[in-house]
């Protein structure tokens, strides 16, 4: 399967601090990446769709300006996560679109304090 | 709306002690059911993805099956190293790529 590298693993930073997460796909041309939130105990929750070149597509009630995504290369997607505050504190999941499947990196948990 | 629903919530088994978990699901249209494995603290494993009613997929001690309402992941004969959150999620024709997860199901086997 495909091999996706996440970058962070966890991050601590301060109320009105920004955090970069990078999601790079190792094995694999992905034009096509999705960034998920997961709360503790809770299911993954799709936030935004990232297309390679284009803009990325958001969630109804993700806040575009607050969860920046670049997706400039096949394989590499940035999720910037602006003026973080403790309720952004979450684990947050990209994955990779392979034909039939997804697969996902680590995760990085982020801590707003 | 797409919906998936995964029971039980939690599972204490045996090691040895060989059991099922449910996923029920409603999608427009269904394009893939996907079973995926979560340890604490990292990304889901991907274990199965099934297409139809009828079909089946094994892989160790787990099988998937899979109807036009649920889908079952049985475990057989499980181990310690077994112990993990289980996901369910389906695909559905319309939504390219996007997966909507169930809760899961955490899975705890003791020996």
């Known amino acids: 399967g495909a091999v996706v590298s996440q970058h962070p693993s966890w991050v601590i930073c301060k109320s009105g601090t920004s955090v970069k997460i990078e999601c790079r796909s190792l094995d694999f041309q992905a034009t096509t990446m999705f960034w998920y939130r997961q709360f503790p105990k809770q299911s993954l929750m799709l936030m935004a769709t990232s297309n390679e070149g284009s803009k990325a597509t958001y969630e109804q009630g993700v806040e575009k300006d607050k969860f920046l995504i670049n997706h400039a290369s096949l394989t590499l997607s940035t999720l910037t996560v602006t003026s973080a505050h403790p309720e952004d504190s979450s684990f947050y999941i990209c994955s990779v679109a392979h034909p039939g499947k997804l697969f996902f990196g680590s995760g990085t948990q982020l801590s707003v304090l | ?111």
């Open chain 2, 1 to 111: 709306e797409d919906q998936v629903t995964q029971s039980p919530e939690a599972l204490r088994l045996q090691e040895g002690e060989s059991s099922s978990l449910n996923c029920s699901y409603t999608v427009s249209g269904l394009r893939g059911l996907f079973w995926y494995r979560q340890d604490p603290g990292k990304g889901p494993e991907f274990l199965f993805t099934l297409y139809s009613a009828g079909e089946e997929k094994e892989k160790e001690r787990l099988k998937a099956t899979l109807t036009k309402k649920e889908s079952f992941l049985h475990i057989t004969a499980p181990k310690p190293e077994d112990s993990a959150t289980y996901l369910c999620a389906v695909q559905a024709l319309e939504n390219t790529d996007k997966l909507i997860f169930g809760t899961g199901t955490r899975l705890q086997v003791f020996p």
